[in-house]
């Protein structure tokens, strides 16, 4: 992986006492909390004030971005490229500035290496370790995601896959795009899961863990494609643990579930809008008015305090 934007997996980021943050800019803001392995909801008002947290340990904050596309143009966003740097002035306008940042996949839009090129020039000024999976735009040239892994792919397992530790959470890095068959679900695949079943047996229950991929872990629209048709055997893997964050990107909206110990949340893309599961003939981008595609695009942040579960995760448009 680049060095520059992201520590080696495996190697512990050890900072600050363990408040998770996640902020995601979407629509109307929204921060959730990691309490008791569940996330809820708070204002971004509330999220953001005077060091945000009521007196309590600062916190330690991550970033999700996700979707930025690069290299898009169409008529659902001409300047997909722009967008993406508003949502970098977003980030570095925080008050707090995350300890690491996570990419939930389609880096580029058709995994060309001028458009990598170009996404590590928009990010390259964020001042924290940014962490990539792939998702299957970045996956779409003949050496199957070979381009991805050129410029990403350094100290991953497999096609990408990887885990590392930052102070006392556990963060776990899947691929589901490498299998993927065009309208089908995702796929983990025997290696990818037999992998995550070792990387997870050493953890006590007690270690929050976040797990994040391109393509939901969850079935959200199986016509459409959307979920993976392997995750129950990850999700089973992860059934001891008392407070498990899912993140992904792909369908470029907000949506949530809770199952048990594990909530699931998809983030907005910072490129283009897509519709509501069966609102349309098929997924792609969404053209809306120039002035709504500001509060349907955006990113997410976390939080997490030591000694509570629930993951905190902000939503926050680029408008």
Known sequence: MDHDLIDPPGAGLN?????????????????????????SSISLDAALAANGYGGRTKPFTF?????????????????????ALQAVEK????????????????????????????????????GAPIFYV??????????QGKAFLAHHGQGTIGTGWYSFDHDGVHFVALNNVANLKPGGMA?????????????????ASSTPVVVFGHIPLWTVYE????????????LALLQRFGSVTVLNGHIHQIIQKVEGNVTF????????????????????????????LPHMLGIRTAHFMRGTQPIALIDQSLS
């Open 15 to 39: 900072r600050r006492g363990m408040l998770m943050r996640c902020a995601g800019w979407a629509g109307t803001a929204a921060l959730y909390t990691m309490t008791a392995g569940v996330a």
């Open 63 to 83: 970033l999700q971005i996700s979707d930025t596309h690069i290299g898009f143009d169409k008529a659902a966003n001409p300047n997909a490229r722009g967008t």
């Open 91 to 126: 980030i570095k306008a925080l008050p707090q500035k995350p300890d690491l940042i996570i990419h939930t996949g389609d880096i580029t839009h058709l995994s060309k290496d001028e458009q990598f090129d170009d996404a590590r020039q928009i990010l390259s000024d964020l």
């Open 134 to 143: 792939p998702g299957e735009h970045d996956f779409l040239d003949e050496g």
């Open 187 to 203: 796929h983990l695949g025997d290696d990818q899961l037999a992998w995550l079943s070792k990387d997870l047996a050493g953890l």
């Open 223 to 234: 016509q459409w494609g959307w979920g993976t048709d392997d995750s129950a055997q990850a």
């Open 265 to 292: 949340h998809s983030a907005r893309s910072t490129a283009y809008p897509q519709p509501a599961p069966g609102a349309a003939p098929s997924p792609g981008p969404f053209k809306v008015p120039a002035e709504q």
